[in-house]
C-alpha cells in the first residue's frame, strides 16, 4: 500500500518562500516518478515540478522555472519542493504524487499518476 505524507502548506505574503516535503512509503521499487500538483478553485489541476528518482533529472511548469526547486532527499524517500518568490497566482492546495513511469514521461501529467497525498493549502497573500 503507497501512501503519500506531505507536509509544509502555509499563508505566506508575496516574495516569500515556502518549503514543502512529501515522504512515500510502500512503493516496492527504488526508481519512480515524483512530483508535485496544485488545484486552484476553478482553475484545472497544474503539474508544477517532477522528479525522476533513479537521475534526479526534473521537469517544471513554465509558470514556476527559476522560482521552485524539487529535490530529493534520497534515503528517506522524501521529495522537497521549494518554493521562492511567491505570488498571488501560486495560491492552490499542493499535492505530492507517485508515478510508476519511465523517466521520458516523468512529468506534469496527472493522469499517470496513481498515488496521491493529502494536500496542503498555500495562501500568498
Known amino acids: 500500500h503507497v501512501q503519500l505524507v506531505e507536509s509544509g502548506g502555509a499563508s505566506v505574503q508575496a516574495g516569500g518562500s515556502l518549503r514543502h516535503s512529501c515522504v512515500a512509503s510502500?512503493?516496492?521499487?527504488?526508481?519512480?516518478?515524483m512530483a508535485w500538483f496544485r488545484q486552484a478553485p476553478g482553475k484545472k489541476r497544474e503539474g508544477v515540478a517532477a522528479?525522476?528518482?533513479?537521475?534526479?533529472?526534473?521537469y517544471y511548469a513554465d509558470s514556476v522555472k527559476g522560482r521552485f526547486v524539487i529535490s530529493r532527499v534520497g534515503a528517506k524517500n522524501m521529495v522537497i519542493l521549494q518554493m521562492n518568490s511567491l505570488n498571488s497566482e501560486d495560491t492552490a492546495m499542493y499535492y505530492c504524487?507517485?508515478?510508476?513511469?519511465?523517466?521520458?514521461?516523468?512529468?506534469?501529467?496527472?493522469?499517470?499518476?496513481?498515488?496521491w497525498g493529502q494536500g496542503t493549502q498555500v495562501t500568498v497573500s
Open positions: 510502500g512503493y516496492p521499487y527504488s526508481r519512480y516518478c
Open positions: 522528479l525522476w528518482t533513479d537521475d534526479d533529472t526534473t
Open positions: 504524487a507517485l508515478a510508476d513511469v519511465p523517466r521520458a514521461y516523468c512529468n506534469g501529467d496527472s493522469w499517470r499518476f496513481r498515488h
